[in-house]
């Protein structure tokens, strides 16, 4: 073997080795990020933000392998933000798993795990926030009040902490979606805003951080949100387009689980999110359930099958 | 004279003729404003903002000369902006003059006059707002409610539309750089905000563009604004230290004026705002008067006088 060769084959080598174990950077500073994403865009390299509370799970991962896809720099924030848990909510008990996330991230070749802590991100004196007026007011924001307050804040922060071409959000948070899209349309940011369909369990329940803190019993009825999606779409495609009557009949699917009490059952316009009393082409059925003490959402879209 | 010769005359004349009438490039949508800049920062370029409401004076061309001192390129924004006057103020009547604000622009070698129309930055469906909490209650904010949350809204849209480096603002709208330099921090606005000190009439008037507005005999008790700020150091300077003293000397000269009207007169910390009842080594003074129909602000840092 003449050393080109050798010299050919280390470097092959370590390309390989590289790519599987590229590494993940750290960083807990605003200052730090800017200037990690200043150089980046000097790179043009097209920049994706995927924002989390951490705890990740396969929901979380389907959202940076979506980014993958569309940038060549994935930044995803880890970071539960306070302002978004109401004062009697579970901002405390919240799961956390800083060294499982950074794991998981390094394994997915995200390329930033952004992790401020909380002073970094509110430090004293901070006094401002973003709020969307009418797409917040029902649903979530009506259940948890000042919930979108803190997340359009937190997000504008990340926004301009990461300064993405691109955010990634998971669709299971519809509400969330809409009003994110609102924000970024009306203060006129420059970021383009990708929804991720949900991720579920083998059994159909869609994932979350806060599943962890279902019971065994629980985690049985909490089958029913998925179940009454079903119900609900299959009500459509066999000719009910009548909202009430489709609403009542996912209420009583629930109703019959042990534990659960409905927060809120909704068919509204996909995008203004307003409630409708007729299903048309396309619209969104979405809701919240307690199971136990555990709140859990879920959504789908009702269409017309394409023919 | 050969060909060479005349050819390189021709081009330092054409050079010199383009250094003295730089062309202003006058753009009115926001798509095509982040495109602009999109393209000056990758050039490297460094780029100040400038929001005005236009109908320009002296006061707002050295905020503009100041930006031409620290970027390389300079937008200014000129859009009388809705969201921050008040049901019963003067948004119908605020003077305009966009031939006269263009020509002013090309003539000082700003490289942008942004001047979208209302619908390019409210379309239907609007409503998202930036609330700056603590430091908007008083003074103006007390006098005009909701007027900061649409400064705030606005000038985030502004910034989002031109990405700048720098932000120029005139320190006659003390509270306003204030409440800017909150968002901006608050927000994580990677961007650097510039005061720039007032620019005044040969007699002291403090330039607006609602001096317009003043007939002739308030014009003249106009000046009392001026004078009871040149009162107030002179008290300090004496040694008076005492807030309410300074207060209420500056209150007695205004009210010795015809046509005035205090809507508030504050000594205050420079940064957070707060009412201070002992003045330190350094104290703003800012003052609301209305003179006939016509509302002024006027400010000034008292200090200790350099040894």
């Known amino acids: 073997m003449t ?12 390309r390989g080795k590289s790519r599987t174990a ?5 960083i807990r500073k605003v200052k730090d990020m800017q200037q990690y994403v200043k150089d980046a865009r000097s790179k043009r390299r097209r920049i994706a933000l995927v924002p989390t ?43 956390r798993d800083p ?3 950074r794991r998981k991230l390094q394994q997915e ?8 802590d909380l002073l970094e991100l509110y430090p004293e004196g901070f006094q401002t926030f973003v709020d969307v007026a009418e797409i917040t007011k029902d649903f979530c924001g009506a259940s948890r009040p000042g919930h979108f307050d803190g997340v359009t804040t937190v997000v504008a922060k990340l926004f301009n902490s990461t300064k993405p071409h ?25 970021i383009r805003i990708i929804g991720v369909p949900i991720v579920r369990e083998a059994d159909g329940l869609a994932m979350s951080s806060r599943n ?22 299959e009500m459509y495609h066999e000719g ?46 979405a809701l919240a359930v307690r199971v136990g003490r555990t709140r859990l959402i879920d959504n789908c879209l009702i269409r017309k099958k394409s023919s």
Chains 1, 2 share one sequence.
């Not at 387009?241 to 996909?270: M, N, R, W």
């Open 3 to 14: 050393q080109k060769t050798a010299s050919k084959k280390s470097k092959a080598a370590s």
């Open 22 to 26: 590229k590494r993940l950077t750290v």
């Open 53 to 95: 509370m951490g705890y990740l799970h396969e929901g979380h991962l389907s959202l940076v392998r979506e980014a993958r896809k569309v940038a060549t720099v994935v930044v995803v924030s880890v970071f539960v933000n306070p302002t978004q848990f109401g004062p009697n909510e579970d901002l405390d008990r919240y799961p």
């Open 99 to 101: 060294s499982g996330d």
């Open 109 to 116: 070749g995200a390329d930033v795990m952004f992790a401020p």
């Open 166 to 190: 691109l955010a990634v959000f998971g669709q299971k948070d519809y509400q969330q979606l809409a009003v994110i899209s609102r924000m970024v349309t009306d203060l006129d940011m420059d």
């Open 212 to 233: 962890s803190y279902l019971s065994s019993d629980e985690r049985k009825s909490a089958l029913c949100l998925k179940k009454s999606l079903e119900l609900a779409k």
């Open 240 to 285: 009910t387009t009548d909202a009430g009557q489709i609403k009542g009949a996912v209420e009583s699917l629930i109703q019959k689980h042990p534990f659960t009490e409905i927060d809120y059952v909704t068919l509204c316009d996909p995008l203004t999110l307003e409630d409708i009393e007729t299903l048309g082409d396309e619209s969104l059925l």
